[in-house]
């Protein structure tokens, strides 16, 4: 592993003339930083002062061949710290607030000379020095903080009032640093050390003390301020080689009205305090704007009449937009090469749109949360990696919204025992959460392998059938081609197993690497069914009902096979390589179906649309009479036509639907309405109607349409450049 470096980097320590602060200074300035010993010399009472503490470890440093620069300034005085180290080094790069110093008593025997002392050197004095260096980090857009807390700050400790208010007020101090100094690269963190120091070693037992090497905890403040690191905002905690992250949690709560208009009495606060002050099921304190966020469904519960309750945990709320959908739409294949998935792709498309699939993805969010299963079935002990997603079922009740604040609700249906394992039914119904309107409903069915003598019942009146397809040939097949990174896309909306990323883990679970999601593949299906039986209109999706038979390694090619039955669209996706089914038993219903398919199976790859949903006879199209055009430009000047010795196919649109394909068969010199008749097209190109029909008249420059999305090209682009002749000639014709 290489070495991490603070080569040309500034660090300055306070309180660096012995213990931590000595052990930071010696180990940045053994990596090449330039270090501002910084110590007033005073005894651990803040009283006294002297050169020597700050002296002998700046001679230290040099003496390794390190570069260090003594300051005696009080903490208070931060300003000048930093222009120590400003007017020595010429930068500052990081600030490690380290200097402390002790005046314990109980909080009864206090004086106000004892709080304000330690408030000034503890809280002061890191605002001040950190003030300082704050316009040279904004300027150079690059900085490091750290804040110096305590257990004591954290939990409390007798005679320590004054000491634990100024630690933690360092931890608030921190946090909105972390946030203000975000756009500005400068990452502040709070360490919470544990080490034999003047100010411990009286306090803590003398066996212990002698294991509280500072050397042990200096490794991780090293790292926290280190370029590579993007840790901010947190509060590490170390000692004696360990180190954990802490930080506030919150119970889930109480609610003790039933609507806006009732009051709160004392009685009823008396009456749930038990359940208010439960830390069973305590979760993470996020952020200001995530408690705004949980006070504002509760307001909109309240508006809606919800009963008194415990905050329930078996509902989350979730709040998407374009750039969601669009990501999902990404993760599930989307691509701009077909001329269908543009509108799940571009917000500002005419006929933009969610793919309806995207809802199922607040099914998994809920059952990532230990919480659903284990309130329920608080006896059964999962691990994560032995789940597996056995059944599908989504249905939706209206057109969904290109953004909205939703509330998931999870119920789990029955638990089967399926001998090796036990099933657990979950069902998903997601609502407007403004409105309370029912968007749509789901069942997972998840697979829990080596769950033995559960001695649940076999069967249940919940579960939604799979249906087999019928017994013919499909009526037609779509084949795609996974990448590499589909499933490291894919968890990116919100399923972040690490099955799906982690060799380790995958390795565990039994495979070879990491799979990709079996709702990935579900969603890479729905658009295979949609882009061919209803021209890719998301709106006419009803529901769906799928089983996942075997994984899929990101990479592999997917064939969508697919029989039609009325509205009801039966589908099997399999591995083209190895000719495995993935998906089975699944079926898609449509409200209606726009695209006829004849029933002989035809293949089509995300660039190239399937003939049957062509209308190949339309003799309205505009672009007709260029193509017209360049077949008489070819058929006059065959052999300049041939030396360009390439097929180009063209897939006319209108409002986004395919309506034609001309092949420019420049190897033969022919222009022919359809798809090549001899060879593959080495270039396709895909453009509406009206846009052909700029281009070929000079409107519109092709390299401004194809950088605006309204020319797509797969293939070798590089030979369309040979299309300017054929353009010019059309530009003077037409």
């Not at 606060?269 to 099921?281: A, L, P």
């Not at 969010?365 to 989504?394: K, V």
């Not at 069967?459 to 037609?476: C, L």
């Not at 197993?497 to 990491?514: C, E, Q, V, W």
Request: glycine share 8%; net charge positive.
């Amino acid at each position: 592993m290489t070495e991490l470096r603070f080569d040309n980097r500034v660090v300055v320590v306070t309180g660096a003339g012995a213990g931590l602060g000595r052990a930071y200074a010696l180990l940045f300035a053994s990596r090449g930083a330039s270090i501002v010993v910084n110590d007033l010399g005073g005894g651990r009472h803040g009283d006294g002062k002297s050169s020597q503490a700050a002296d002998n470890v700046v001679a230290e440093i040099q003496k390794n061949g390190g570069k260090a620069v003594a300051d005696y300034n009080s903490v208070v005085d931060g300003a000048k710290i930093i222009k120590t180290a400003i007017n020595t080094f010429g930068r500052v790069d990081v600030v490690v607030n380290n200097a402390g110093i002790l005046r314990d008593k109980s909080f009864a025997k206090m004086s106000e000379k004892d709080w304000d002392l330690i408030q000034d050197v503890h809280v002061k004095g890191a605002f001040k020095t950190t003030q300082a260096a704050w316009p040279y980090f904004c300027k150079q857009n690059y900085g490091k903080v750290i804040f110096t807390t305590s257990n004591s700050g954290l939990c409390g400790n007798f005679g320590q009032s004054n000491y634990s208010t100024a630690k933690m007020g360092l931890v608030g101090f921190a946090k909105t640093l972390a946030i203000e100094g975000a756009k500005k690269n400068i990452c502040i963190n709070v360490i919470v050390p544990t080490a034999a120091s003047r100010l411990t070693e009286d306090i803590i037992p003398p066996d212990l003390f002698k294991e509280l090497k500072p050397e042990l905890i200096a490794p991780i403040v090293f790292w926290l301020c280190h370029e590579k690191c993007n840790e901010t905002g947190s509060v590490i905690e170390s000692a004696i080689g360990w180190v954990r992250k802490c930080d506030i949690v919150r119970s889930p709560g109480y609610v003790l009205r039933t609507n806006l208009n009732d009051i709160v009495t004392p009685e009823s606060v008396q009456k749930n305090w038990s359940d208010i002050v439960d830390m069973t099921s305590a979760k993470y304190a996020a952020n200001v704007e995530q408690v705004v966020e949980d006070q504002m469904n509760i307001i909109d519960n309240l508006k809606n009449g919800v009963s008194n309750k415990k905050i329930d945990d078996n509902v989350i709320y979730n709040n998407y937009d374009s750039r969601d959908s669009i990501l999902y739409a990404l993760g599930v294949g989307a691509t701009i090469e077909n001329p269908f998935d543009l509108r799940y792709l571009y917000e500002n498309h005419e006929n933009f749109a969610i793919l309806p699939t995207y809802y199922i993805v607040f099914g998994v969010m809920g059952c990532m949360r230990n919480s659903i299963i284990s309130n329920s079935l608080p006896d059964l002990q999962i691990n994560p990696m032995n789940i597996l997603h056995g059944e599908q079922y989504f249905e939706i009740y209206k057109v969904l919204s290109g953004e909205a604040k939703v509330k998931t609700v999870y119920k789990i249906l029955d638990v089967l025992d399926k001998k090796k394992g036990i099933v657990i039914l979950i069902q998903h119904d997601t609502f407007d959460a403004i409105s309370e309107e029912k968007l749509s409903t789901g069942q997972m069915s998840l697979y829990v392998v080596g769950v033995n003598g559960f001695q649940a019942k076999t069967t249940s009146p919940h579960i939604i059938p799979i249906i087999d397809p019928p017994n013919r040939n499909p009526d037609a097949s779509v084949t795609q081609k996974t990448t590499i990174d589909q499933a490291a896309l894919y968890r990116l909306n919100g399923d972040p197993n690490p099955l799906h990323i982690d060799s380790n883990f995958a390795t565990m679970a039994g495979y070879k690497r990491p799979i990709l999601h079996g709702l990935c593949s579900l969603g890479f299906s729905t658009r295979h069914v949609l882009n061919t039986y209803a021209n890719g209109d998301s709106s006419l999706f009803k529901r769906i009902k799928v089983r996942f038979a075997k994984p899929v390694l990101p990479g592999e090619t997917l064939r969508t096979d697919m029989w039609q039955n009325g509205n009801r669209i039966h589908f099997q996706t399999s591995i083209v390589e190895t000719n495995t089914p993935i998906i089975v038993g699944a079926y898609i219903d449509l409200f209606n179906v726009k695209s006829k398919v004849t029933p002989t199976t035809t293949t089509a790859t995300p660039t190239a649309t399937p003939t049957s949903n062509l209308i190949a006879n339309n003799n309205d199209l505009q672009s007709n009479a260029v193509f017209n055009a360049m077949r008489d430009y070819v058929k006059a000047n065959p052999d300049q036509t041939k030396k360009v010795n390439a097929i180009f196919l063209y897939n006319i649109t209108v409002d986004g639907n395919p309506k034609a394909q001309w092949t420019l068969d420049l190897k033969k010199g022919d222009v022919y309405k359809g798809q090549p008749t001899s060879g593959k097209a080495d270039t396709t190109l895909t453009i509406e109607d009206k846009d052909m029909m700029d281009i070929a008249t000079g409107k519109v420059n092709p390299q401004v349409a194809f950088m605006r999305g309204k020319l797509k090209i797969t293939g070798n682009i590089m030979l369309t450049q040979k299309l300017k002749t054929l353009m010019e000639m059309n530009k003077a014709k037409l």
